[in-house]
Each structure stands twice: as C-alpha cells, then as structure tokens.
C-alpha cells in the first residue's frame, strides 16, 4: 500500500519533528493537536535546531512547512483521508487508551496506525485499537533529521506486509529503518540508554563525582559528542523523575530513591533541562523558558 | 615530589600504551616485562595505531621510543631508581599480589606505587604492598594519547600529596586528570559502560536484533562513534566472557548465562576480538593473529 496522507497525532518534541521531517520528504501533512498554539510553537522552535544541525544546502525550513497542510484540534476532519496516523501524544497510558478509542471509529478501513512511544510496546497499547493487524510501533529519535533511524516493531497479529509498508516510508523520509525481530521495552536505542545513564546517576548520588566531572570523563575515555548528563538534559528531568521513582518502586533499591531525592529540588526549582533552560548545564537560548507550557 | 624516573610493570594493551605516552612527553621509561619479545611486540604494534589516531604534527612514534631507556624481565635493577611505577600486570588478584610482594622489597623508600588495575579498588590491592600512604590507582583508557583521561583515586591511607604528585604527573604526560571522591569499582569511566554493553549484549542473546544491527542503531540514535559491539570487540571476549559468568554466579539471573553461551563458540574457534583478527566484525590487519599469543 502507497502513503500518501499522513497525520502526526500529538506535537510534542518529537511528534513535531515527526511531522516536519515527513513534510520535509514532500508528504503532505496533517497535525492534530489539543493545543493548536503549542503545536505552533514547537513547529516554530525546529527551525533553530535544524538549521544548527544542518548544512543550509540539506534543507530548507520554510519550504518543508509549506507541506505542513493543517494544524487542527479537530480530530475528525485531521483523519478522515489518512493512510497513515503516528501517534506521538503523552506517554501516559491513560492519555494513549483515550486517543485510540476516540481516533479508531474516524479513521479510514485501511489506515495504518503506529506508536512512537518510548515507553510501551505494541502489545500493551493495540487493545485499545480496532485493528491489530494494522498497528504497530514506529518509533524516532529526537533530532529527526539528523539521529534518523526509525525502530519499527509489530504486535503478534501486525500484517507483515504493513511492517513492509513502514518500512518504504521510513526510507522515505530518509530515515534508516531497523526492524525488531520481537517486541522489546526501549527498543535497541534506549535498552542500554537507560542503564548507561542509571549508572551515571548513580555515581553522582553515591558522591563518587560531580556532573560535570562524569560527563568529561565519558566523553574522553570514549570519544562520545555528549556525556551523560548532558544526555539528561535533553531527555528532561520529569521524564526520569518518573523513570527512576518507578523502578525503586519495582525493585526496592535505595539508589533509585538517592536518585530520586537529588532530582526533586531541580525539578521545584524549575530546572528541568534543556527546554526550561538549567538542567546540569545552562542553556540561555531556550526555547520553553515559560514552566507553565508543560502543565 | 617530582617524579622523574618512570617504570611500567607489564606491558599488555594498556601498559606498552602508558610507556609510550610517558616516554612520548619526555620521561625516560622503563618497562619491566616477565616476556620481553611480547613486550617488543606490544611496542611495535603502537605505531600504526598512533599514526592512525593522530596528525602527523602530533607525535613522532620514532622520537618517542628513544625514550623508553630498557625492556626488562630483572625485576630489581629496573625498579631501582624509580620515582614511580605503574603496575599494569594481568587482572587477576594472584598474579598483582605476586608482584606486589616481589616488587614492594625492591622499591626506593620514596616511590610512588599505582595500579591501572579495571576491576579492583585500590582498597582490594592495598594490603599487598608495604605502603599505603603512597599507593594509588591511576586508571587510563585504551588509545591513551587521543582518550587521554587519567583516574585517581586513593585508599583511605593515601597521602594528599600523593595524590596531587599523581595529578601533576598525569598532566605532564597530556593527561585530563580526574580524581575521584571515593573509590568506585569501574571508576567513572567504565562504571556505566559495563551496563550499556551488558544491556547491548542482551538485546542479542534475546534474539530483539543482531550485533551488526544494534550498533547500526545505536550509532545513529545516539551520534556515537562506536556501537556497543564494535566496544566489545576492542575489549575482548575473554574479558568479557569472564565478567558475565562472573556476573551469573554473583547474582544468578539468565541472560549473563544466555550471553556467555553466545560468546564460548566464538572464543573457541579463536574470534576473540580486534586482536585476533575476528570479533563481531572482521579486522584484516590485526596485529596478533597467532592465538598462542595471550596464552
């Protein structure tokens, strides 16, 4: 089955770079929203950090949001000629159940459906769908246009020939698709993510050193571009406030609470990461200095 | 104190590298060796991965080995007038008491003692020495001269001076030094890399995705120069295959099992990494084919 018609549910970080990224391969694409301003403003925001990660000659912003055809909170009218709907709202399983049962009756018989959630696997959300065998999870990297592969995994029921059909797109959109031979929590990129920056909490709450320190350390010893605070930054410290509160409730180790507990006074104060501004680094040039945009 | 005389115990991967890198930056070296043709061996090997890692500007491999004055197996006379040694023998607790109780009777009364030890603490290997106050670990990564970060850390009797005598020297041999508040197994650097490769590692032996693939993903999500499998292969299989059924007596979970069945065939037929010529990936010009070599 061709693609034509694509709908990015939900313009956070990464659904927005979702959507610009298709728009920017010549899909002609569509946003739903709850908030159309925030959407327009998360659009706006990718104009920076693309032109930075790009040479001019890769890419031309304006020319990509020509292909941006709608940005409506009306899901109805978003959906009806959709041939594919990525979801992209909040990571929470309450938030994804109710989008599924009010998209499912307004989408086209053969729309296909994916997930680019983070935390899920397909088989906890395709319960909330009607139609299995045309859901599965797509799932990206923030910097899209530059970090672009595109992990894709079904569910037991997903039509193989659909995996195929996200396959050709993924490519189209010049992303490197990689195929899940099983469902699998964190995908490949963020499975060994979240141990590799759990450790690193880890020896900043057990005092063995500082932030700054630890990030220097990695990033010499292993030639990587960014350590693993810096890592944090982007990710956001509510994310992994909820994260490492969630595993020292599963496993019961005191490290996740030391974790926790160094986090929270951040979080109070506002410093959230990147987007707010002052995480373990500072950003002058944020974009969301607002704190009331994430409520 | 200034150090000025410079012994290194044991030229593996990373001993012949702290020799080279010392001698390169103007210190006269000596290396005590129990096998002086390997030591030769491990010396002549540097070269092409100097010259490959730097410019040309950079360092002159030639100009550098004038310095390292002696390859020795006599223990005493190489130890001699030594200001500081730097023990770098096999990671096995017996083979370091070994020469720590040989070592420590010969040693000038002011010597500085430390160990490139990866696995224990400085508190593990204090009690075989005949001087705590001046015993430390001072931990290098592989390709010192381009992941150029020195670890320092003491055990509760160290001396402070020691440890900025340590700091000095680490400096003057183009080092970024960075001292640790606390001792830590794995220290900064390989304390959350354990984790992610460990975690990589399971994403094979689970059957989610292929080594190739993982490193593929992993790469691009992450901007990373090197994939957890290419990591692998540098470190080697028999480290690895030690530390995770090492890991599965410790805490009896599966997947370090699962893990170690995938790498016994590999090691027995030889493929043991880099140095063998076959890992993960296929290296044509290793160094050290024979398989004889580390045994």
């Known amino acids: 089955m061709e693609i034509k018609h694509v709908v990015i549910a939900g313009a956070g970080v990464l659904g927005s770079q979702i959507a610009f990224q298709a728009a920017r391969c010549g899909f002609k694409v569509k946003i739903w929203n709850r908030h159309i301003d925030r959407a327009e403003r998360r659009l706006a925001a990718i104009k920076a950090q693309f032109e930075k990660d790009m040479n001019a000659n890769d890419g031309d ?28 709202v909040s990571e929470s399983v309450e938030i994804k159940k109710d989008f599924y049962e009010k998209v499912c009756p307004l989408l086209p018989e ?34 899209i246009w530059k970090h672009n592969v595109a992990e894709i995994v079904g569910n037991p029921k997903t039509d193989p020939e659909v995996i195929q059909d996200l396959v050709d797109f993924a490519r189209q959109i010049k992303m490197v698709p990689v195929v899940l031979k099983k469902e699998q929590h964190g995908y490949i990129m963020n499975a060994p993510l979240v141990p590799l920056l759990n450790a690193a909490m880890a020896l900043w709450a057990n005092g063995v050193a500082d932030p700054h320190t630890i990030d220097k350390d990695w990033m010499i010893a292993n030639g990587s571009p960014l350590g693993p605070f810096m890592i944090q930054d982007i990710v956001g410290f509510r994310t992994t406030y909820a994260v490492v509160t969630n595993q020292y409730k599963q496993t019961g180790q005191e490290i996740f609470k030391k974790i926790a507990d160094k986090l929270k006074p951040m979080i109070d104060a506002g410093h959230t990461g990147v987007e707010s501004g002052q995480g373990f680094y500072h950003y002058p040039n944020a974009e969301f200095k607002d704190p009331n945009f994430f409520k």
Chains 1, 2 share one sequence.
């Open 110 to 143: 053969n729309c296909i459906l994916t997930s680019n959630s983070s935390t899920f696997i397909p088989s906890d959300l395709v319960g909330f769908t009607d139609r299995p065998e045309r859901f599965a999870h797509m799932h990206f990297s923030n910097h």
């Open 61 to 88: 912003y304006d020319a990509a949001m020509d292909n941006i055809v709608s940005i409506s909170n009306d899901m109805e009218k978003t959906v009806a000629d959709a041939d594919l709907v990525i979801e992209s």
